[in-house]
């Protein structure tokens, strides 16, 4: 325990330099292939996935009420050389909780992902080409309510790049702490931000051109076969600003901290947690709002996880 606390105030100020993740559908649920340690080397070694629910308090304009997150990883090949070869596919809706049953469908984000993974001695590096985008739900409705309104709302972002991942392998704190990390960047080569009613607000991800996102987690072994961990994601969208004279560079920053306790059987985890999650952007409106949210939910997910 006298290692872990010292760890985790290195990690804090790391983290807050690099404070988009929000933009990725499967920021709660990152996986390295090579955390199944039973798969073999051949043609589909290995299907993962993780899916959970949650119930948001606090969000602007109540337009988090309710989140769902399905991640999906399939490793189409594995060498015994410690390459892998896989694909993702993350969704993400985001509901409100102004109708008649309080659950209304406003957003729904997809992301896909091809990627080549490399396992080293002391990390695995994975290289990767993604598309994702995010489009809206009964956009003819009207943010309370499921009666068609004449003046309809619509905002449509799409971004496509290439990235680039660093995940550390399980580090051991005496004999009940575990802890992993990882370390991702992006490049889009394309980004688009389409809205309706055109605003002028800043912020638009038309003028995206990278990110970057550090995630960690701790997790406590003493309860076995429960578990208690500690996590947290930090990241920034880089924006292109034009000014009349110059072009600068603005930083939208992101982030999340969550505890959760997990019941972990031979093939995954059953977790019931508590987070908090600001969003620079909580694309639910044509006009960016930022958003703090307070969620509590059920996760479940396979071995490679994190």
Known sequence: MKRVIPFLFFLLPFSLQFSNAQMYANRNSIMNPFADTVAQSGFMPSFHYSHEFAKGFGSAGGEQAWNGRSVGFIEFYRWESGWSFGGMLA???????????????????????????????????KLGVQHQCKHDVDNSDGASGDTPIAN???????LSGLNAEIFSNQVSFGSDFVSRAVLRTDYYFSAKDYRFPKTTEKGSFMDAYGAVLLKA????????PLEIHADGW???????????????????????????????????A??????????????????PQQSDVFYIGLRGSSSIFF
Do not use: C
Request: charged share 25%; aromatic share 16%; glycine share 8%.
């Open 217 to 224: 987690k701790i997790i406590y072994k003493g309860f076995s």
């Open 234 to 268: 930090f990241g920034s969208a880089f924006l292109k600003e034009n000014t009349e004279q110059i072009a600068a560079v603005s930083m939208e920053n992101a982030y999340r901290f969550e505890m959760g306790v997990s019941g972990r059987g031979r093939a995954g």
């Open 91 to 125: 969704a993400e809706a985001g509901l409100n909780d102004s109708n008649d049953i309080g659950f209304n469908p406003r957003s729904v984000r997809w992301m896909e992902e091809l990627a080549v993974f490399k396992k080293q001695e002391l990390f695995t590096w």
């Open 270 to 287: 059953l977790t019931v947690f508590g987070a908090f999650e600001h969003y620079f952007d909580d694309f639910a409106l044509p006009v």
């Open 152 to 158: 309809s709302t619509k905002r449509v972002t799409i």
